[in-house]
């Protein structure tokens, strides 16, 4: 897992997370562990130019 960048909207109360893993599972495992649930998760596509 290699997180990328994270940053919080202070009006909503909402963080956003940017990392990269092998599947959304792992993603939600990490953040479960850390105390911190995940509610939505969205694989974003990768492309090679």
């Known amino acids: 897992?290699?997180?990328?960048?994270?940053?919080?909207?202070?009006?909503?109360?909402?963080?956003f997370?940017?990392?990269e893993a092998p599947s959304a599972d792992a993603v939600r495992k990490i953040h479960e562990r850390t105390g911190h649930p995940v509610d939505e998760i969205h694989p974003l596509p990768l492309s090679v130019s």
Do not use: Q
């Open 17 to 19: 997370c940017l990392s």
């Open 1 to 15: 897992m290699n997180f990328k960048i994270a940053w919080a909207d202070p009006e909503s109360g909402d963080v």
